[in-house]
T-cell receptor
Framework: GNSVTQMEGPVTLSEEAFLTINCTYT??????LFWYVQYPGEGLQLLLK?????DKGSNKGFEATYRKETTSFHLEKGSVQVSDSAVYFC???????????FGQGTILTVHP | DTAVSQTPKYLVTQMGNDKSIKCEQN?????MYWYKQDSKKFLKIMFS???????INETVPNRFSPKSPDKAHLNLHINSLELGDSAVYFC???????????????FGSGTQLSVL
């Protein structure tokens, strides 16, 4: 079945540091890939997505490229801010109707 | 207006009780979901409904019973609550095209359930 593996957290960075959160997946067919973000006390929000191989999703300075050859969708940001502190989830769409499979989440804390 | 709203935000109850969580979406979406998030932030789908019809029913104890009176509402009723049911429960909605989700999910802000 489908699965998503994210790098273990928590991740702690200083403001303006470079961020990478690794995500790899196992899936049949051609899934779409997503990054969701959960700020403290809130529900998840879509951060970015890519629907086919070599697509790059980007939003709010975050980027991720759909790499079919390495089955990866790593999240990057060049310069993080304190306000980026949140839990980040990698996810993929499946063939089951409307179902997303989420990774285990990576807690990011950014210090001033 | 909140797109996906769920109530209550916090629910503290004793083992053995029966409780309900309500969810409503005003986005006109045709599909709604319940997800469970454990203390380690792991998120797992429980159910999904499309136009009031049950589509996904993961391996969830039958003490959990979703009900969708119309496509804008998906409520979750839990019987005989157990300690292990303590978690954050998220409702979500989306507009599904075909059999895959290429459109984003909109999540509610969660219901933190604590079973004592």
């Amino acid at each position: 079945g489908n699965s998503v593996t994210q790098m273990e957290g928590p991740v702690t960075l200083s403001e303006e540091a470079f961020l990478t959160i690794n995500c790899t997946y196992t899936a049949t067919g051609y899934p779409s890939l997503f990054w969701y973000v959960q700020y403290p006390g809130e529900g998840l929000q879509l951060l970015l997505k890519a629907t086919k191989a070599d697509d790059k999703g980007s939003n709010k300075g975050f980027e991720a490229t759909y790499r079919k050859e390495t089955t990866s969708f790593h999240l990057e940001k060049g310069s993080v801010q304190v306000s980026d502190s949140a839990v980040y989830f990698c996810a993929l769409s499946g063939t089951s109707y409307g179902k997303l499979t989420f990774g285990q989440g990576t807690i990011l804390t950014v210090h001033p | 207006d909140t797109a996906v709203s769920q109530t209550p935000k916090y629910l503290v109850t004793q083992m053995g009780n029966d409780k309900s969580i309500k969810c409503e979406q005003n986005l006109g979406h045709d599909t709604m979901y319940w997800y469970k998030q454990d203390s380690k932030k792991f998120l797992k789908i429980m159910f999904s409904y499309n136009n009031k019809e049950l589509i996904i029913n993961e391996t969830v104890p039958n003490r959990f019973s979703p009900k969708s009176p119309d496509k804008a509402h998906l409520n979750l009723h839990i019987n005989s609550l157990e300690l292990g049911d303590s978690a954050v429960y998220f409702c979500a909605s989306s507009q599904v095209s075909g059999t895959t989700t290429n459109e984003k999910l909109f999540f509610g802000s969660g219901t933190q359930l604590s079973v004592l």
